[in-house]
């Protein structure tokens, strides 16, 4: 167990609409990444939040977006669901330093149809 | 920009035989270097990571791997495999600094392990 929780695991919707993957991380962790991982793309870094702060963009959707609330949960939002979003959606952190080792959570699986 | 290379799709080994997974990595500076495997419908778990110092590092599970900065290199070993190695394994790079996408770790396309009796 990694320390980091994500939920849903499995989330099964329909284009167009839109959803919410929500994780906490490790106790005491300020950095929180999200990653996307599919058969096509691999694993791609989407964004990450420092203590409530939007840290680094990757290949993020406009149509995707992302916070960290003050008790450094965090939510990521996909609107507009497209069939090719359908992946498995990781959750990671870390303290802060690039040293550090960044732990990820299960996943939340998305299947989009 | 960084990147990693995992050359191998695959890699077959029989139990007992010595394994090694291949990494090569490209980042400005010098990097953090991990490797994660990721077992069916599970989550990536961290097996080891080299920052500085003894090129040899050792990890979970009886895994090691050596980096090799000449060649930029970090290739995952371990002496004798077992069948619950079978996974898929990421070779992931960060480099160091704590601004921007400097922060961030960039993985391979993963290599898949099985390992057969």
């Known amino acids: 167990d990694s320390g980091v929780t994500q939920t849903p695991k499995h989330l099964i919707t329909a284009t167009g609409q839109r959803v919410t993957l929500r994780c906490s991380p490790r106790s005491g962790d300020l950095s929180v990444y999200w990653y996307q991982q599919s058969l096509d793309q691999g694993l791609q870094f989407l964004i990450q939040?420092?203590?409530?702060?939007?840290?680094a963009k990757g290949n993020i959707l406009e149509r995707f977006s992302a916070q960290q609330f003050p008790d450094l949960h965090s939510e990521l939002n996909l609107s507009s669901l497209e069939l090719g979003d359908s992946a498995l959606y990781f959750c990671?952190?870390?303290?802060?330093?690039?040293?550090?080792?960044?732990?990820f959570g299960e996943g939340s699986w998305l299947t989009v149809v | 920009a960084q990147s990693v290379a995992q050359p191998e799709d695959q890699v077959n080994v029989a139990e007992g035989n010595p394994l090694t997974v291949k990494c090569t990595y490209s980042?400005?500076?010098?990097?953090?270097l991990f490797w994660y495997v990721q077992y069916p419908n599970r989550g990536l778990q961290f097996l080891l990571k080299y920052i500085t110092g003894d090129n040899l590092v050792k990890g979970s599970y009886g895994f090691e791997a050596e980096f090799n900065k000449s060649q930029t290199s970090f290739h995952l070993k371990k002496p004798s495999a077992l069948v619950s190695d079978s996974a898929l394994y990421f070779c992931?790079?960060?480099?160091?600094?704590?601004?921007?996408?400097?922060?961030?770790?960039?993985f391979g396309t993963g290599t898949r392990l099985q390992v057969t009796l």
């Open positions: 992931a790079v960060r480099g160091r600094g704590n601004t921007g996408t400097a922060s961030k770790l960039t």
């Open positions: 990671a952190s870390s303290p802060l330093g690039t040293g550090n080792t960044i732990y």
């Open positions: 980042v400005s500076g010098n990097p953090y």
């Open positions: 939040y420092y203590n409530g702060e939007e840290r």
